[in-house]
């Protein structure tokens, strides 16, 4: 069992940016594939990101591409969210996702559940 926490959240203006974190609690992080989604209040979660276990892969949605980037640390176990040029519809509770040699298909599409997830954390965009 692999446990997911993550942290980042809070209040940012429209147009500033945040970084999440997930931390996990495997050793490394080498051979998961990752993914974050999101679910803003009254509305269907929203899968945004996904990079495969082999690194060789990363997909974004239409609504968060050009300005979010997925990075990781397999030494730290760490997943790294940077959101840049927020807007107040990227308001949600952001959740990561992890799967042992997961190469994403589906993931995007809404069609797949990864293995573990955390509990996620609140992003809040508004002046």
């Known amino acids: 069992q692999v446990q997911l926490v993550e942290s980042g959240g809070g209040l940012v203006q429209p147009g500033g940016s945040l970084t999440l974190s997930c931390a996990a609690s495997?050793?490394?992080?080498?051979?998961?594939?990752i993914g974050w989604y999101r679910q803003a209040p009254g509305k269907e979660r929203e899968a945004i990101i996904c990079m495969s276990s082999s690194e060789t892969l990363i997909e974004y949605a239409d609504s968060v591409r050009g300005r979010f980037t997925v990075s990781r640390d397999n030494a730290k176990s760490t997943v790294y969210l940077q959101m840049n040029a927020l807007k107040p519809e990227d308001t949600a509770v952001y959740y990561c996702t992890a799967e042992m040699y997961y190469y994403c298909s589906g993931y995007l599409g809404g069609t797949y559940d990864m293995d573990y997830r955390g509990k996620g954390t609140l992003v809040t965009v508004s002046s």
């Open positions: 495997t050793a490394t992080l080498e051979h998961y594939g």
